[in-house]
């Protein structure tokens, strides 16, 4: 299973970026998909996730600024991010719930697993 990030990138105070997460591999299917932040010297924190039935949360520093969504038939999330501040800047990482089917003992189970992407970077030059 591999979940990789794509849409980072360099962008002026008051613009706007769109991320995507694709997740691939030998899936059986996905719960929450989500996005996470770090910048220098802080902690990874949520900025927003969605479930697959499209519930969504988000953390108050980007409500009303960002916005998350995802193509189930894709396995894809997205994240529209407009009105872009400097604080914004960090690195940009998502996250899947996936279940896979696994083999115990001869017995065909499922498993669920949190699998994160590399990370990408935004940066917002004031």
């Known amino acids: 299973v591999q979940v990789v990030e794509s849409g980072g990138g360099l962008v002026q105070a008051g613009g706007s970026l769109r991320l995507s997460c694709a997740a691939s591999?030998?899936?059986?299917?996905?719960?929450?998909m989500g996005w996470y932040r770090q910048a220098p010297a802080k902690q990874r924190e949520l900025v927003a996730n969605?479930?697959?039935?499209?519930?969504?949360n988000y953390a108050d520093s980007v409500k009303g600024r960002f916005t998350i969504s995802r193509d189930n038939a894709k396995k894809t999330v997205f994240l529209q991010m407009n009105n872009l501040k400097p604080e914004d800047t960090a690195v940009y990482y998502c996250?899947?719930?996936?279940?896979?089917?696994?083999?115990?003992?001869?017995?065909?189970?499922?498993?669920?697993?949190?699998?994160w992407g590399q990370g990408t970077q935004v940066t917002v030059s004031s």
């Open positions: 969605i479930t697959s039935g499209g519930i969504t």
């Open positions: 591999g030998s899936i059986s299917s996905i719960n929450a």
């Open positions: 996250k899947a719930d996936i279940i896979t089917i696994v083999r115990v003992m001869g017995v065909f189970r499922p498993h669920m697993g949190d699998y």
